[in-house]
């Protein structure tokens, strides 16, 4: 099924039940209307980073399934998948055959060599200095051979996340492979994980360098446009790069949405998300929560330095049980540019905040992703996060079927899920119509989605220093009804 402009669920295969086929069970019994895409994070076999190492793209991991348990959920849900294209696991075969035969092998330029890379007697402090990193130290990894050699080899993430060179015919020819093998078993968008990272060019600092990096996206985009495969290159960093994507006519992630949201609802202000949603495209996936922690970079410029101190400083005040070591080195948390926390808890768990802030993606531009765990409207799961010392992990609790069956009676879940089933069945979300943002005084927005024939609107109209809010939908014959309001409550 191809891209559709309907809300997509965000969820690893085994954290609503224990495999795909729950999944797909959660999806038929709970969420009909509710969602119409689903972005499977990486159900591949995998040596770390909760499936962001992959090892092999043309199995399913077993623990979760088999392609034909995929290709099922491509039958009624468009379907995104991830690729690494920064880097493969350290337990690949192309890897482990660098390894045993070393500069006999066919793989060797798979990898970017540290050593070759540089020129003699580099790189200096300086250089190290200069490249975009999310950990203290440089990105490198030294690698012992079975020829009894040892060499560095480029490894910006975990250390079991080797850098690809995709500069080479070797690696060229793997991407091609492996997008064609993702097409075939079901992928309607390819996210590109990891993307900016994966040109490295002397005298630079190695993130979203430009030309070539979009000579790289031509060459993917080559590859999945005759199939009709929307690309998303994924990108955590300043809107202004993000815009970048835009401009180029690619979707991109609104990934400042979040803190921008979150600082409206701490504050009761509404200059700074209005002066946001006036100025962003259609053309983007919508978060508020991911796999991740809560980015606070991607925020930058559009609130002032003292505004995102003061978001950060009210999420560890108002956040229920979000604490400033969850984000830290304590917990494995390598960048520093990300709160640990579920988006409910960080409103402190307050039903109301929470499905205004829901409302407001809604009525933002684009197309709406809602994490697994805030589409049930989960709490902290400090339980998980001792256990494994993990920080992100606080926000990715694993359900149990008995579980999703008792969240989901849960009057918050509930009108979310009315919520969505509206926005997926009203014309007035046209991703070609358009939107009217009205800041009303300090403290009230409205915001006006209009069909692409302008026959059918929809309206949120706000007070964020209240949380109060109604939504209403206008019809061709002018005919005007409530569809939910502040006080949870839809009107069928």
Do not use: C
């Amino acid at each position: 099924m191809k891209l559709n402009n309907q809300a997509m669920l965000i969820t690893y295969p085994d954290s609503l039940g224990n495999n795909i086929k729950d999944l797909q069970k959660v999806l038929s019994t709970y969420l009909d209307g509710v969602v119409g895409g689903v972005h499977l994070l990486p159900f591949f076999p995998s040596s770390g980073d909760r499936g962001f190492a992959p090892m092999d793209y043309t199995k399913v991991d077993e623990k979760f399934g088999n392609w034909d348990d995929v290709k099922k959920l491509s039958e009624s849900y468009y379907l995104m998948f991830d690729f690494m294209v920064n880097h493969i696991s350290k337990q690949s075969k192309y890897f482990k055959d660098f390894q045993a035969n070393h500069n006999q092998s066919a793989y060797r330029d798979l990898f970017i060599h540290w050593n070759e890379f540089w020129p003699k007697g580099r790189p200096t402090q300086e250089d190290v200095d200069l490249i975009y990193k999310r950990k203290p130290k440089a990105p490198v990894q030294t690698v012992k051979f079975a020829d009894g050699q040892t060499e560095d080899v480029w490894n910006t993430f975990g250390e079991d996340q080797i850098d690809l060179n995709v500069t080479s015919k070797v690696t060229k020819q793997f991407i091609k492979d492996t997008l064609n093998f993702l097409m075939d078993h079901g992928a309607s968008i390819i996210r590109l994980d990891a993307f900016a990272y994966a040109i490295k060019k002397l005298g630079t600092n190695d993130f979203f360098v430009e030309p070539e990096i979009w000579d790289l996206l031509k060459e993917i985009s080559d590859i999945t446009s005759p199939r009709e495969t929307t690309l998303v290159p994924e990108i955590h960093e300043n809107y202004h790069i993000v815009r970048k994507i835009t401009d180029h006519d690619y979707f991109s992630y609104d990934f400042a949405l979040p803190i921008v949201t979150l600082y409206s609802l701490y504050s009761g202000k509404a200059s700074r998300l209005a002066g946001w949603l006036k100025n962003s495209p259609m053309k983007q996936f919508t978060t508020l929560d991911t796999h991740d922690g809560i980015g606070v970079v991607d925020a930058k410029d559009i609130l002032s330095d003292e505004e995102l101190d003061y978001t950060k400083a009210e999420m560890y005040k108002v956040g229920a049980n979000v604490k400033k070591v969850y984000s830290s080195t304590a917990y494995h948390n390598l960048d520093v540019y990300q709160i640990n926390t579920t988006y409910y808890s960080a409103l402190g768990d307050n039903d109301h905040a929470y499905l205004l802030a829901r409302a407001i993606q809604v009525f933002a531009p684009g197309i709406p992703q809602v994490y697994y765990v805030g589409l049930l409207a989960g709490k902290n799961d400090l339980g998980l996060l001792e256990k494994t010392k993990e920080g992100r992990n606080i926000n990715r609790h694993y359900y149990s079927l008995d579980e999703v069956a008792e969240e989901t009676k849960r009057p918050v879940v509930k009108a979310l899920f009315d919520l969505l089933r509206f926005r997926n069945q009203s014309s007035a979300f046209d991703l070609e119509g358009g939107i009217d943002v009205q800041q009303n005084g300090d403290n009230e927005i409205v915001v006006t989605r209009r069909s692409e024939d302008g026959q059918t609107s929809a309206t949120l109209s706000a007070n964020l220093q209240t949380q109060a809010f109604t939504i209403t939908e206008t019809n061709s014959e002018g005919e005007t009804k409530e569809i939910l309001t502040s006080n949870l409550s839809a009107v069928k």
